[in-house]
């Protein structure tokens, strides 16, 4: 069975930091492209950062230069450094796995539960 759960989450300062965590099993979690969106309230959800199986990241705009993916393949694990908060970093953030097989013709795709970020003073 294939669990994917997020920690970390939090209320913050403007300006402060937080580290974001999510734990994936189940799966062969090296192959998997990983990353992590946001869905703040009325709005759509929206992709923050990803990091593929080989290592490279891609951020929203948005969120350069202030948030760092990375990943711990030894670990299961996914990381999101989020540092200089700002109030419209508020949301839920979700952790999601992707993986296509070309072999099978079949596209894995497994989202964590989310977890509540709120930057506020």
């Known amino acids: 069975q294939v669990q994917v759960a997020e920690s970390g989450g939090g209320l913050v300062q403007p300006g402060g930091s937080l580290r974001l965590s999510c734990a994936a099993s189940g799966v062969v979690f090296s192959i998997y492209a990983m990353g992590w969106y946001r869905q703040a309230p009325g709005k759509q959800r929206e992709l923050v950062a990803r990091i593929s199986s080989g290592g490279t990241t891609n951020y929203a705009d948005s969120v350069k230069g202030r948030f760092t993916i990375s990943r711990d393949n030894a670990k299961n694990t996914v990381f999101l450094q989020m540092n200089s908060l700002k109030p419209e970093d508020t949301a839920v953030y979700y952790c999601?796995?992707?993986?296509?097989?070309?072999?099978?013709?079949?596209?894995?795709?497994?989202w964590g539960q989310g977890t509540q970020v709120t930057v506020s003073s």
């Open positions: 999601n796995g992707n993986y296509y097989s070309a072999a099978l013709f079949r596209a894995y795709d497994y």
